[in-house]
């Protein structure tokens, strides 16, 4: 279970630019559930997510996780449990290593390094199982550097990185935006996959032209969060 309770936070505290982007703001997600977060560009829903993550610090309240006070927890120890996919298909990925040296990184997420072999190559026949359940042929081009990638499937390997360990939550920063209509079903299939599969709390955003000043957050078909600055 993910929980905020009594957020605060300001940008620009005590000057003419002072903004509120959140004041004694509580939200409660139960595991297994999908929440979609849908706000104009601006609106807070990103900055939301930096601060689950631990990339913005909340000037009051807390932030649980299944009971667990994260609020004054590093970013990079947040991440241990946390899966994020961003918009840019380029983030989430080493553009530079081979789609293998990108799993193994993913693979061995939360494990302390030494000096030995970043590949382990008994897991080779795994990662192209995993790889070959996606459709896209990238079990072909283990080898291949993930920089000369197509978006979609850069993105597609940023959503399986993601997941490839054990998470308490996936999130899902506009992951489809930048992609084409195609390329852009072929990660919804595979998201859809992921929540059926796993058990994970989702957290997906999405841009709302309707109202440019409003975030919505929807936790179920019949209810609706509504948050106004």
């Given at each position: 279970?993910?929980?905020?309770?009594g957020i605060h936070k300001y940008y620009n505290p005590g000057t003419v630019n002072e903004m509120c982007l959140f004041q004694n703001f509580n939200l409660t997600?139960?595991?297994?559930?999908?929440v979609s977060v849908v706000g104009s560009n601006g609106s807070g829903k990103t900055s939301m997510l930096n601060i689950i993550?631990?990339?913005?610090?909340?000037?009051?309240?807390?932030?649980?996780?299944?009971?667990?006070?994260?609020?004054?927890?590093?970013?990079?120890i947040r991440h241990q449990?946390?899966?994020?996919?961003?918009?840019d298909p380029s983030k989430g990925t080493c553009p530079s290593m081979?789609?293998?040296?990108?799993?193994?990184?993913?693979?061995?997420?939360?494990?302390t390094y030494g000096l030995g072999r970043g590949t382990n190559h008994a897991r080779i026949n795994a990662y192209?199982?995993?790889?070959?359940s996606v459709g896209l042929?990238?079990?072909?081009?283990?080898?291949?550097?993930?920089?000369?990638?197509?978006?979609?499937?850069?993105?597609?390997?940023?959503?399986?990185?993601?997941?490839?360990?054990?998470?308490?939550?996936?999130?899902?920063?506009?992951h489809t935006a930048a992609l084409d209509p195609k390329t852009a079903e072929i990660v919804m299939q595979l998201?859809?996959?992921?929540?059926?599969?796993k058990k994970y709390i989702i957290i997906k955003l999405s841009e709302n032209e309707y109202n440019k000043k409003a975030v919505y957050i929807f936790k179920q078909p019949d209810k609706m969060f509504l948050i106004e600055p």
């Open positions: 279970m993910l929980e905020l309770k997600i139960d595991n297994g559930e999908f993550c631990g990339s913005i610090p909340v000037d009051g309240g807390k932030i649980m996780v299944n009971g667990v006070d994260i609020t004054k927890k590093k970013d990079f449990s946390i899966g994020r996919v961003f918009q081979t789609i293998l040296e990108n799993l193994a990184i993913a693979d061995n997420k939360g494990k192209r199982e995993l790889l070959a042929g990238l079990e072909d081009k283990m080898h291949t550097k993930v920089g000369a990638l197509s978006g979609g499937q850069r993105q597609t390997l940023a959503l399986l990185m993601a997941t490839m360990k054990p998470i308490e939550f996936l999130i899902l920063d506009e998201t859809g996959k992921i929540v059926k599969e």
